[in-house]
Nanobody
Framework: QVQLVESGGGLVQAGGSLRLSCAGP????????MGWFRQAPGKEREFVAV????????NYADSVKGRFTISRDNAKKIVYLQMNSLKPEDTAVYYC????????????????????WGQGTQVTVSS
């Protein structure tokens, strides 16, 4: 069973920053494409960012481009989401996701492209 464990969520004022972390699958972490999604109350789960196996390719939702950065450390088996210039509309539960292997980067903007999910971490941005 693949386990993903997110951390780093919390309450922050608008304009502030947070860094989310996700401890990924064990020995084979570098074999997984990793992504972040979020879900606000009453809304569908939406794509935030994705990173390929070696970190060379990334993709972002338009709503977070220029503010969020996804990165990974394959030695530590962790994927990060650095969130800057946070807005109240960024408030959501953030989920880490993993998919074995890699296709084209655009394939991973859909939640059903990922087989494994973390439990989520709450991010609340106050105005």
């Amino acid at each position: 069973q693949v386990q993903l464990v997110e951390s780093g969520g919390g309450l922050v004022q608008a304009g502030g920053s947070l860094r989310l972390s996700c401890a990924g699958p064990g020995r084979t972490f570098s074999s997984y494409t990793m992504g972040w999604f979020r879900q606000a109350p009453g809304k569908e789960r939406e794509f935030v960012a994705v990173i390929n196996l070696n970190g060379a390719n990334t993709n972002y939702a338009d709503s977070v481009k220029g503010r969020f950065t996804i990165s990974r450390d394959n030695a530590k088996k962790i994927v990060y989401l650095q969130m800057n210039s946070l807005k109240p509309e960024d408030t959501a539960v953030y989920y880490c996701a993993a998919a074995i292997g890699y296709s084209s980067i655009n394939y991973y903007s859909r939640a059903n492209s990922f087989a494994y999910w973390g439990q989520g971490t709450q991010v609340t941005v106050s105005s």
